[in-house]
């Protein structure tokens, strides 16, 4: 009997993708108009401080920090930090967080969730801060019992330590436990492991362009569940 759902946040409770989109390009846009840089050359230049941190750092959520990116960019360009860095940062995630939209039936199915008496978590990477304050913008906060982010854990997921934490905080057990993300390693593969139901969410349908490696059937053993829509998550705790 599955006693708690925790979700994925980002292209699963809403398209991290389409807001992405909207956010990024006013910072390319703010890094040449203030700090003359070229469009694709801070495009390089972030991508490659990106796969630097993680280098350094390995899956943490530090990995997840923008302003650390824009930070090591300037400094290596000898461009003064203040007061550029805060700005660029604050610009970034203000611009992403006010794009956000909800994915269809998100807000419905966490509510009826809830009145089902389901306990309703966050498993998510990425920094907590920011974390909660999408959750806010989705207008569903209100309705998480808590929130295990890899700032908090330790490491991104599929670490253990995660799932772990998840289903501690969630006071049941793993096999009680059903996590809903967009990433068949991450979420899918991370939760089977840990012993939890897990269900694969992608909109687009299995042949949508997915390039992450099928989840073997000896692992799933009646616990994997593909779903194109958030309100298939209650037919899924029914049955």
Not at 22 to 28: S, T
Not at 64 to 88: A, D, F, S, Y
Not at 155 to 173: H, N, Q, T
Not at 186 to 209: Q, R, S, T
Request: hydrophobic share 45%; charged share 30%; net charge negative.
């Amino acid at each position: 009997m599955i006693k708690a759902v925790i979700f994925d946040i980002d292209n699963t409770l809403y398209s991290y993708d389409n807001a992405h989109a909207r956010a990024f390009p006013e910072l390319l846009l703010y890094a040449k108009e203030e700090l003359g840089i070229p469009e694709d050359e801070f495009r390089e230049e972030y991508s490659r401080e990106f796969a630097a941190v993680r280098a350094m750092l390995g899956e943490a959520a530090a990995l997840h920090n923008r302003l650390i990116r824009i930070q090591r960019i300037l400094e290596k360009r000898g461009l003064p930090l203040t007061p550029h860095v805060l700005r660029m940062n604050e610009l970034y995630w203000n611009i992403l967080i006010s794009a956000m939209e909800p994915s269809p039936h998100a807000e419905e199915t966490v509510r009826a969730l809830k009145k089902a008496g389901i306990r309703i978590g966050s498993g998510t990477d990425m920094t907590a801060r920011i974390q909660f304050q999408k959750l806010e913008r989705l207008g569903i906060l209100d309705a998480f019992d808590f929130l295990v982010s890899s700032e908090e854990a330790g490491a991104d997921k599929p670490a253990p330590e995660m799932f772990a934490l998840c289903a501690e905080k969630a006071g049941v057990l793993p096999e009680e436990c059903l996590f809903v993300g967009d990433s068949r390693k991450k979420d899918v593969l991370g939760a089977l492991n840990a012993g939890m139901h897990a269900a694969w969410y992608c909109p687009e349908g299995e042949k949508a362009g997915k390039t992450e490696a099928p989840i073997p059937k000896e692992v799933t053993e009646g616990r994997a569940y593909m779903i194109r829509d958030l309100s298939e998550i209650l037919r899924l705790i029914r049955e």
